[in-house]
């Protein structure tokens, strides 16, 4: 049974940071692209950041690009986020995924659909 758990969210005033973690169970970690998304409230679930199954690339979404790194340890099996300058328009909850296909590559902007299993969630609140 695939399991992902976030942490690392919270309040932090416009211009802080935070460090998203998501520790994933249960598949073998280290074959599958990881992603991160988010949804505020009344708004649809959108892409952040994917990561390859090695590390090897990455793909942001314009929004974030230049202040978000996400990034992994395939050894630990475990997905980062690290958030900089963070805006009150950074608010909502973030959740990592898997993707539902081994080895698959990095290419653009992925769909949701391409991702299987997600984690609960974890609320990030930018304060201005």
């Known amino acids: 049974q695939v399991q992902l758990v976030e942490s690392g969210g919270g309040l932090v005033q416009a211009g802080g940071s935070l460090r998203l973690t998501c520790a994933a169970s249960?598949?073998?970690?280290?074959?599958?692209?990881m992603g991160w998304f988010r949804q505020a409230p009344g708004k649809e679930r959108e892409f952040v950041a994917t990561i390859s199954w090695s590390g090897a690339n990455t793909y942001y979404a314009d929004s974030v690009k230049g202040r978000f790194t996400i990034s992994r340890d395939n050894a630990k099996n475990t997905l980062y986020l690290q958030m900089n300058s963070l805006k009150p328009e950074d608010t909502a909850v973030y959740y990592c995924?898997?993707?539902?296909?081994?080895?698959?590559?990095?290419?653009?902007?992925?769909?949701?659909?391409?991702?299987?299993?997600w984690g609960q969630g974890t609320q990030v609140t930018v304060s201005s």
């Open positions: 995924a898997t993707d539902r296909s081994p080895l698959r590559s990095v290419a653009g902007n992925p769909s949701i659909s391409e991702y299987d299993y």
């Open positions: 249960g598949r073998t970690f280290s074959l599958f692209t």
